[in-house]
């Protein structure tokens, strides 16, 4: 084990889990490795669980990570030891606790976190989940980057947490670039989704590394929810919608960089993208789901930048045990660069990413189910969605077996607003709205996109709204009458509608 | 006059207005140069309304501009000329034929429309203001630079408007730099507000310069509101803030480039800092109004730039007259440029921008009233807000003397998220949402920034709204009531709680 540790001074520094979770504490913000359930810190947060559940314990941290954690939100959660949480989770305890009020949540947008450290927002202590440290103190991260670089760089003290599962393979695979401080900033030059502009590891002054713990757990696995009939049908629209592109000379049959959310429908598209016309793909993303690698094995794919993988038991396995044969055409990269607008903008990527619901005028909401309760987060998709070259969002078009709309007259919470979006797909059809005004952009919505439940009822709203007039015609008492009669009833349809 | 066209090939295409006017064809896409009144074409649009108010005519144009136009606006919109309109207008008869449904209205963050012309949508015909026409064809923008460079660029004819007005020392102001077509982009190489990364003018075959026509009206002027008390207490805020910031340590006593939007807070501000202990300042904007001038003369400034100049009367002709004084201190690039993520995000730009309204988690309503109706347009609030280093958005915290309250419960029309505002001000108070979950965003700013009138109606709903849980808690029942009840009975307060 002592081999991962390059500089042997620090091997004095190896701990056990239970006595580095002792240093924890009460009001500490932590900033933590981790991002879409991938190469998170996984002993002292589980130590730390299991302390206060023995011993009881009054600690409360503030827990920043990359994204969304293993175990240890849950593990975290609901022993209550966390007061605040950022900028991103999608944890069943830790949404009860959020929309409870017991956890304040900061959602940012996942390429903000940095900045706003770098601002000022203190980090008492960064826990790095590791493949080594090298010899000048430099901490090669495991599977994700997420925050990693800036929580090192800003943190008063580090605690390493070795990863004995992760191949020492896996050197070499990450390209850390970290940002100046402002004024004098340089451009961050990556042109191409290979470009390389940083270094294999963290820097990380060696007197910082409080402690170094060991652990051999693989990730937790991601559950990959294989496609059906619907979202086989989502993701055939959009694959026509790129080979329109391709022959109105808009893309070329590389495409432009790919990004996909986490999800069903995403997965689903990259399944397609097998078969389609399109080659020597290229992925600038912030997760590199299973579909990635089946794109590799295809060879359809030429190159993948992300900032972590998320994948299936299977895939983690293979690709871990294969990494050679994927370690050149792949690069993890920190979330401000792989989410940065300035990169995002200057590639054109083509930005795929899910939506609770929408809204006639093309508003989207991914987060906050009736308005108010948390579902994950807003992520990485506003980052993409406003800068992309093309923008796409999915959402079947009900949930709960058809008791819910997911196209509605008014979202009663707004991610993405009607400026950000240029194509919406449900299992329905697709609506283009490039270039559409609101009023063009509601008819093609309820038109294409609606379920035929609810269509009638949306033409309805749409057509009394617009005899008031206005840029976006709405009737303010009756926009979020389909929620409000969906808490009462449990069912968003009106009756007489649905007969008509 | 001819001495204007250096190239003197071009000079046998001067036609008169009238001429000119003639070859706007029904159903053509045309982009013409104006941002917020300045810089715009005044003689075709005008000679083209003349025409059909005398003769009548069945045409119709898209008509795409930088941002608002002068009197073109008007003329064209009240003649039924305009089509589809796109992205910006702030006009009082286009504005009211939106709103009718009329013309349709492509609204855009204003660093996206290059884009979308780029990818496609095609400029069937540019017209452009300019001061001169270079040996090489080379087009000189006026006092704004707006989306001249990427009309010119896409447009299959051009028809040049040299304004006699705009003195020629106006040659050398502008830095024209027109991104590549992806892939294969590079970074925009602007690390300092007074950086030059392109040329004097915009870049056009002569062969596609069909007509040129002498104009020589000065820019419509800026009705500057002066401030009075409650603008004066906000920009106090604001102003201590950003000292407060300095003695953090988060900004440098050169603060950082700072941004405005158009109106009387925006003034008040800058008018403030002549006595603030801040200096060399530098300005990253896309409009120069009179108060970054006043800053130039008490030698605040060191720096400006921006997309266009927008000023009242006296000020312009003291501009336009003293050019010499200022031109070395001044650039004006293209608004893809000065509204871009890429650079606002790199140079930690300062963005202060006007709201209609405010929601009780941070959302902002910066275009439809009451939801429906369109105001402006988003124009480049987005691009600054979600890219700035500080983003702070000001409103009077009611309207109407006191009948609407700009603090609700729930915007009926968001422009821009909980993720994209840091401050908030109105003459109540100033709330720092930095790093604040949504429900202590919500106590700050019911608390600093309400109206004594509003606040009571603000807790009782936030209260009643926590009790049924979530992240961001709503009464979706009531959530516009507030709105309903103005729409019903004038006045948005509730008499019983008006008289607690
Ligand atoms: C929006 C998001 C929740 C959709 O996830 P998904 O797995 O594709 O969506 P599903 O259709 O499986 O729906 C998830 C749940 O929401 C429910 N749901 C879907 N639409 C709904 C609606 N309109 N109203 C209420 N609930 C809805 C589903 O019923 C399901 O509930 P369940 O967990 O009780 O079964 C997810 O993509 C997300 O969190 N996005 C935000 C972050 C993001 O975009 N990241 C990507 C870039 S990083
Ligand atoms: C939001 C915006 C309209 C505010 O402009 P302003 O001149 O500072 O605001 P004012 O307080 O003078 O209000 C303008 C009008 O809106 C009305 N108004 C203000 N708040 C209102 C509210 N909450 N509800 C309804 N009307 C409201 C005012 O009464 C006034 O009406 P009037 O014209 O009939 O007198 C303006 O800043 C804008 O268009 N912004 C969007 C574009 C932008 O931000 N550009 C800057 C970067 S480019």
């Not at 954690?69 to 950022?86: C, I, M, P, T």
């Not at 559409?436 to 093609?444: F, G, H, K, M």
Request: net charge negative; glycine share 8%; hydrophobic share 35%.
């Amino acid at each position: 084990m002592e081999h991962r540790i390059h500089n042997p001074s620090l091997r004095s520094r190896i701990v056990s889990a239970d006595e580095a979770q002792k240093w924890i504490r009460d009001g500490m913000n932590v900033g933590v490795s981790g991002f879409t359930r991938s190469g998170d810190v996984k002993a002292i947060p589980r130590a730390l669980a299991e302390y206060k559940k023995k011993m009881g314990d009054t600690r409360r941290i503030n827990l920043y990570s990359g994204a969304s954690l293993g175990e240890a939100d849950s593990d975290l959660s609901s022993q209550h030891l966390v007061g605040r949480r950022g900028p991103y989770q999608s944890d069943r305890d830790t949404r009860g606790a959020i929309n409870r009020g017991e956890i304040q949540y900061i959602e940012q947008h996942l390429s903000h976190t940095a900045e706003w450290v770098r601002n000022g927002e203190p980090i008492d202590l960064a826990i790095i989940e590791a493949v080594a440290i090298t010899e000048d103190g430099g901490i090669v991260p495991t599977t994700s980057v997420g925050n990693s670089p800036i929580f090192v760089q800003q943190a008063e003290q580090v605690i390493v947490e070795i990863n004995m599962a992760m191949p020492e393979e896996l050197i070499g695979v990450h390209d850390i670039y970290i940002p100046e401080k402002r004024p004098g900033r340089s451009p961050i030059n990556i042109t191409r989704v290979d470009d390389r502009i940083g270094r294999a590891s963290i820097p990380c002054d060696p007197m910082k590394i409080v402690g170094i713990v060991f652990n051999d757990e693989p990730d937790s696995p991601s559950t990959i929810v294989p496609p059906d009939g619907e979202t086989e049908q989502m993701a055939g629209y959009i694959l026509e919608l790129l080979e329109h592109e391709v022959k109105q000379g808009r893309l070329s049959e590389r495409l432009a960089p790919l990004q996909s959310g986490v999800g069903s429908v995403a997965n689903a598209v990259f399944n397609g993208l097998e078969q389609a016309p399109f080659d020597q793909l290229e992925i600038y993303t912030e997760v590199m789901q299973d579909a990635v690698f089946h794109l590799f094995d295809s060879d359809k794919v030429s190159f993948a930048s992300g900032c972590s993988f998320t994948l299936s038991r299977e895939m983690r396995d293979h690709v871990l045990s294969n990494l050679s044969k994927y370690r050149d055409r792949i690069v993890l990269r920190p979330q401000e660069i792989s989410n940065h607008p300035e990169v995002i903008r200057r590639l054109g990527v083509i930005a795929i990413n899910a939506a609770l619901e929408v809204d006639i005028y093309g508003n989207v909401n991914s987060t906050h189910v009736s308005g108010s309760h948390i579902m994950n987060g807003i992520g990485g998709s506003g980052d993409f969605a406003r800068n992309a070259g093309l923008t796409i969002f999915v959402t079947k078009s009900t949930a709960k077996d058809g008791r819910i709309s997911s196209v509605v007259p008014f979202v009663p919470h707004v991610d993405h607003t009607e400026h950000d979006v240029d194509i919406l797909v449900t299992e329905q059809g697709i609506a283009d709205l490039r270039g559409l005004s609101p009023r063009e952009r509601a008819r093609v919505i309820i038109e294409n996109l609606a379920h035929p439940y609810y269509k009638d009822a949306l033409r309805d709203y749409f057509k009394r709204a617009s005899q008031g007039g206005g840029n976006t015609p709405h009737l303010l008492q009756e926009a979020f009458s389909w929620h409000n009669r969906y808490q009462e009833t449990g069912d968003m349809r009106q009756r007489e509608l649905v007969l008509l």
